[in-house]
């Protein structure tokens, strides 16, 4: 396959309906617009796959260190004292509280925990370290309460997560019990691997990604921006990490759970055959996404001590 004019697509009917619906809101060349219409486009697309709040969880809206917002999620049901820490996607430079919310809503009901989530600041207004220091000061302040956390994100999210339980190590702060990083991206090389083959996968090629890092514009030796530049990864929290087949960011996901494995960390790579990025979205209309967020919602579990009863 020649992946520079070939766009590698799944057969699953599902996702292939999900890819043609976001893209009706978010078009494919969508970073050649203003961050503004981005931004528009975006919320419109969340907004088309929102969906009902599960019975019983309530929400409240509060500010971190006067500033920082963040979502707590408290679902009817609440197995274990841990607590997840979410952070949502957006190539750092579109999401919100919003974007998010009712994947952190059933992600906390499924799993049986409180969920808090954060609106870190975006890019280009606010470039390298500001979103990364906005996650680092939430987790801080969650696990100063000390109870036990494990910190999730998807996509830039991922990356997020990951750089932030890197510094904790650093730090040497106790209490984040786990990581949970969906289709992450941490800083592989953009020449290589999945990069080149699935350059032209459905709803996020390599070149948006290098847009992504441009605008971010953190160093390219910084190992808390790019994980997979760490040198030592061992002593991390047990990892539940999760790929995209069709995907750039594929091969990021896969290495880093390899390099995770090799460095002694209890990790488990789960890689969805059929999905494309931000196949979150399509839980409820693709049969591949209904069943990865069933696994999700169970490893999260697992990390968090709920001993959730099999559904």
Not at 102 to 126: F, K, M, N, T
Not at 192 to 204: C, K, V
Not at 276 to 288: D, I
Request: proline share 6%; net charge negative; with cysteine.
């Amino acid at each position: 396959m020649d992946s520079k004019t070939t766009k590698p697509m799944p057969t699953e009917a599902g996702i292939r309906a999900f890819h043609e619906r976001c893209e009706a809101f978010y078009p494919a060349d969508a970073v050649n617009a203003s961050v503004e219409q981005q931004r528009q486009w975006y919320d419109a697309l969340c907004a088309e796959f929102d969906a009902p709040s599960p019975e019983g969880l309530t929400r409240r809206d509060e500010r971190v260190a006067g500033r920082i917002p963040v979502r707590y999620y408290r679902p009817a049901e609440v197995a274990s004292g841990t607590r997840v820490f979410y952070i949502h996607g957006g190539g750092f430079v579109v999401g919100s509280l919003e974007s998010h919310d009712a994947i952190c809503a059933e992600l906390a009901h499924g799993a049986q925990v409180e969920l808090v989530s954060v609106d870190y600041r975006l890019a280009p207004e606010h470039l390298w370290p500001a979103a990364f220091e906005d996650c680092c000061d939430v987790l801080e302040a969650l696990l100063a309460d000390g109870r036990p956390l494990v910190v999730a994100g998807d996509s830039a999210g991922g990356n997020l997560s990951a750089g932030i339980v890197l510094k904790a190590k650093a730090e040497g702060l106790a209490g984040i019990v786990g990581q949970v990083l969906i289709y992450p991206g941490l800083g592989g090389d953009l020449t290589r691997g999945s990069y080149i083959e699935m350059a032209q996968a459905p709803l996020l090629s390599t070149a948006d990604v290098d847009y992504y890092r441009e605008v971010l514009k953190a160093p390219a030796d910084e190992p808390f921006a790019h994980p997979l530049r760490a040198a030592d990864l061992s002593g991390l929290p047990p990892a539940y990490v999760s790929g995209a087949y069709f995907d750039p960011l594929r091969d990021d996901a896969r290495a880093y759970a390899a390099r995770l494995a090799q460095a002694g960390v209890d990790v488990t790579y789960r890689e969805e055959p059929q999905m494309v990025h931000s196949w979150l979205r399509a839980r409820r209309m693709s049969p591949g996404a209904r069943e990865g967020f069933v696994r999700l919602v169970q490893a999260v579990a697992r990390l968090a001590g709920t001993g959730l009863r099999r559904r």
